[in-house]
């Protein structure tokens, strides 16, 4: 078992300032010399300042088989977390991706949250298709839970590829519960919730029918994940209806796979989309928008604490949206279609979009890691995203 131990701010009575900055509290001599003792600072230091920290330990526990979790210890109490958020990967990704914001997740909430950090798929093991990927995270779900019993809330966190639960973690009525845990926080960062298949979802083909084709057809160099993506996986028959592709079975549910109703518990659905420079995924299918409803943005951003946030929309579902399904399928794809089915199935829940710009940064040709800064050194402009995320996370 591994250990790695960061300083954690804890709130006591009289302070405001804990989970606003972390990285300054660690300057201090006298700080760390409190967290290595567990003791309250010396007599002087309680004389000139009303306000007091007590510090704790961030520790990094890996299991037998490398999974990882985030808690925070404090000197001398047991510590009895409540909500799990549970980070996962995107496409050839790993447990280290989340990292940056699961130190961030504990820093404002060190005493309420466990953060696992995934590494059941990682590099070439999220090939083997969302679906198999989806059992995986579900096993691995189950065994953080048993290591926590203290859990009654789950959260998940997703960059790029998303996997379902839905069919292995059991939903339990009435309480509509996910692996007997009530499920609060479904978060996407730069997903391809439409799949990748035409319709300038992947900007890096800049719309060349010739580019989508052929992407298509090589879709298999990514293995059972990549069909899934490019929509290629129920090809083979004359008659291509979409019945059998895993991304829409998953906007619906079947008698024994609860797709769309596992995504139905969480309180709140949030989609944070790049709106360009992401040359993976593109604007719309990680917003879950047609194109034609993409908002008209303003240069400045929405808040000057969130430089990169440059529109932020409330909870919608297709009950309060004009649907436009007027649209023509320019691609030479039967592609559109497919498209619209996913899009009227997953906006009849709500939905929470947040657009971000790297626009006028050197990183913004990285946006599809930048948005969860995924290294901290080269993807540092996403930090505020993420704040934002923090900021707006309720344990």
Same mark, same amino acid.
């Given at each position: 078992?591994?250990?790695e131990?960061s300083?954690?701010?804890?709130k006591?009575?009289?302070?405001?300032?804990?989970g606003?900055d972390f990285?300054g509290i660690?300057?201090?001599?006298?700080k760390?010399?409190?967290?290595?003792?567990?003791?309250?600072?010396d007599?002087?230091?309680?004389t000139?300042?009303?306000?007091?920290?007590?510090?704790?330990?961030?520790?990094?526990?890996?299991?037998?088989?490398g999974?990882?979790?985030?808690t925070?210890?404090?000197?001398?109490e047991?510590?009895?977390?409540?909500?799990?958020?549970v980070?996962?990967?995107?496409?050839?990704?790993?447990?280290q991706d989340?990292?940056?914001?699961?130190?961030?997740?504990?820093?404002?909430?060190p005493q309420?949250l466990v953060?696992?950090?995934?590494?059941?798929n990682?590099?070439t093991?999220?090939?083997?298709?969302?679906?198999?990927?989806?059992?995986?995270?579900?096993?691995?779900?189950?065994?953080?839970?048993k290591?926590?019993?203290?859990l009654?809330?789950i959260?998940?966190v997703?960059?790029?590829?998303v996997?379902?639960i839905?069919d292995?973690?059991?939903?339990?009525e009435?309480?509509?519960?996910?692996?007997g845990?009530?499920?609060v926080?479904?978060?996407?960062? @730069?997903s391809?919730?439409? +799949?990748? $298949?035409?319709?300038k979802?992947v900007p %890096?083909?800049?719309?060349?029918h010739a580019?989508? =084709?052929?992407a298509r057809?090589?879709?298999?160099?990514?293995?059972?994940?990549?069909k899934?993506?490019f929509l @290629?996986?129920?090809?083979? +028959?004359? $008659?291509?209806d979409?019945?059998?592709l %895993?991304?829409?079975?998953?906007?619906?549910?079947? =008698?024994?796979?609860?797709?769309?109703?596992?995504?139905r518990?969480f309180?709140?659905r949030?989609?944070?989309?790049n709106t360009?420079?992401?040359?993976?995924?593109g604007?719309?299918t990680?917003?879950?928008?047609?194109?034609?409803e993409?908002?008209?943005?303003?240069r400045?951003?929405?808040?000057?604490k969130?430089p990169?946030?440059v529109?932020v929309e409330?909870?919608?579902?297709?009950s309060?949206r004009?649907?436009?399904r007027s649209g023509t399928?320019s691609?030479g794809?039967?592609?559109?279609?497919?498209?619209?089915?996913?899009?009227?199935e997953?906006?009849?829940?709500s939905w929470?979009?947040?657009?971000v710009?790297?626009?006028?940064?050197l990183?913004?040709?990285?946006?599809?890691?930048?948005?969860?800064?995924k290294?901290?050194?080269?993807?540092?402009?996403g930090?505020?995203?993420i704040q934002?995320?923090v900021?707006?996370f309720?344990?």
């Amino acid at each position: 078992m591994e250990k790695e131990d960061s300083e954690i701010p804890r709130k006591t009575e009289g302070d405001e300032r804990v989970g606003r900055d972390f990285q300054g509290i660690g300057r201090s001599k006298m700080k760390m010399k409190t967290r290595r003792s567990g003791k309250s600072w010396d007599k002087e230091t309680k004389t000139t300042t009303k306000k007091k920290y007590w510090m704790g330990c961030l520790r990094a526990e890996s299991d037998e088989s490398g999974n990882v979790d985030l808690t925070v210890d404090f000197p001398g109490e047991l510590t009895e977390p409540t909500h799990l958020v549970v980070m996962v990967n995107g496409l050839i990704g790993s447990s280290q991706d989340w990292r940056f914001a699961a130190k961030q997740m504990l820093k404002k909430y060190p005493q309420d949250l466990v953060v696992h950090c995934s590494k059941r798929n990682h590099s070439t093991q999220t090939f083997v298709g969302v679906d198999v990927m989806g059992e995986r995270l579900a096993e691995e779900v189950r065994s953080v839970i048993k290591r926590h019993p203290s859990l009654q809330k789950i959260s998940f966190v997703g960059h790029s590829l998303v996997k379902d639960i839905g069919d292995n973690c059991p939903i339990e009525e009435p309480k509509e519960r996910i692996a007997g845990l009530e499920p609060v926080y479904f978060i996407t960062s @730069a997903s391809p919730h439409l +799949g990748s $298949r035409g319709h300038k979802q992947v900007p %890096l083909f800049s719309g060349s029918h010739a580019l989508e =084709r052929l992407a298509r057809r090589m879709s298999w160099c990514l293995g059972k994940t990549g069909k899934h993506l490019f929509l @290629a996986d129920s090809d083979g +028959g004359k $008659r291509d209806d979409g019945k059998h592709l %895993l991304l829409i079975r998953m906007v619906y549910d079947s =008698r024994d796979l609860k797709f769309i109703s596992a995504l139905r518990c969480f309180k709140r659905r949030i989609a944070y989309a790049n709106t360009s420079f992401d040359h993976l995924v593109g604007w719309s299918t990680s917003s879950i928008r047609h194109h034609n409803e993409l908002p008209k943005l303003q240069r400045a951003p929405v808040s000057e604490k969130y430089p990169h946030i440059v529109n932020v929309e409330a909870a919608v579902t297709t009950s309060n949206r004009k649907e436009d399904r007027s649209g023509t399928n320019s691609n030479g794809f039967k592609n559109l279609d497919k498209e619209e089915e996913m899009i009227r199935e997953l906006t009849k829940l709500s939905w929470e979009r947040v657009d971000v710009s790297f626009r006028g940064t050197l990183q913004r040709f990285l946006a599809h890691n930048t948005i969860q800064v995924k290294t901290k050194m080269i993807n540092s402009a996403g930090a505020d995203v993420i704040q934002h995320m923090v900021d707006n996370f309720e344990p």
